[in-house]
């Protein structure tokens, strides 16, 4: 996986002196890695308090918005938002749970090589109603052999590239349809292979999360969700890219 470049405006965070960095170390693909914040904020005026996010499940992404209201001081915000957004889940969850067939759903992190998801990214499949076989529940994402995606038979592929959007992961699906028998999976033989924009969805840990929960449920059953589904070939957050 390749490794992203980030500039951080020094002089103007200067200028601006925070009291507050919220940083993590999850990834340096798609974010500022740790160490560079951490260094930068020991020569800022103050200095700021760096605050690391590092949450691995749908809890912790919830969990961490209730410490960001905690240090910034205002935790009667955390109160509200929470609560809307545990209420968005558990209408998935539920309207998910009546629902017999468990569609077979490939969360991509990467494409080339392949990486499978991690961390919240298999919770995700599962509230919204699918099995991901081969993400790795509350663990990172890892690289994975393609003819393991040609063992498990996916029946939905979503396209979640770290630190994409969407039509930098409609670019990169014309890689996925060179690997080797890539036709013979149920997902290609039946169009359903979608792109998202991951960099501001799927791999963000915060309040957005629950949107990614909902264009999953979208994807996984759409006569179910038919508010969440797929509408517009120019829909900035999905895109069907592999509809026959």
């Given at each position: 996986?390749?490794t992203a470049r980030f ?66 001081d205002v935790p009667e ?57 081969l993400g790795r529940t ?107």
């Open positions: 996986m390749k500039i951080i405006d020094k002089p103007l965070l200067r200028e601006l002196r925070p009291d507050v960095i919220l940083t993590q170390k999850l990834c340096d693909v798609c974010a500022v890695g740790y160490g560079t914040v951490a260094r930068l904020a020991e020569t800022l005026p103050g200095p700021p308090q760096v605050v690391n996010l590092e949450p691995s499940s749908l809890s912790d992404v919830l969990d961490d918005i209730r410490r960001v209201a905690k240090v910034c915000r955390a109160d509200k938002l929470l609560a809307k957004l545990l209420k968005r889940v558990e209408v998935v969850r539920q309207r998910a749970g009546c629902i017999a067939n468990r569609t077979r759903c490939f969360l991509m992190e990467w494409v080339d090589p392949p990486f499978c998801s991690g961390h919240w990214g298999p919770e995700l499949v599962e509230i919204a109603g699918g099995y991901d076989p509350h663990q990172p994402s890892v690289q994975i052999d393609w003819q393991e995606v040609l063992d498990a038979r996916p029946e939905v592929i979503v396209l979640a590239f770290c630190g994409y959007d969407v039509e930098l992961a409609r670019r990169d699906y014309q890689l996925l349809q060179r690997f080797s028998d890539f036709d013979s999976l149920p997902a290609a033989r039946r169009g359903e292979i979608y792109a998202v924009d991951a960099s501001a969805y799927f791999a963000r840990p915060g309040p957005r999360i629950v949107d990614s929960l909902e264009i999953l449920a979208g994807i996984l059953h759409a006569e179910d969700f038919p508010e969440f589904a797929p509408r517009r070939s120019d829909d900035a957050r999905v895109v069907r890219v592999g509809m026959k």
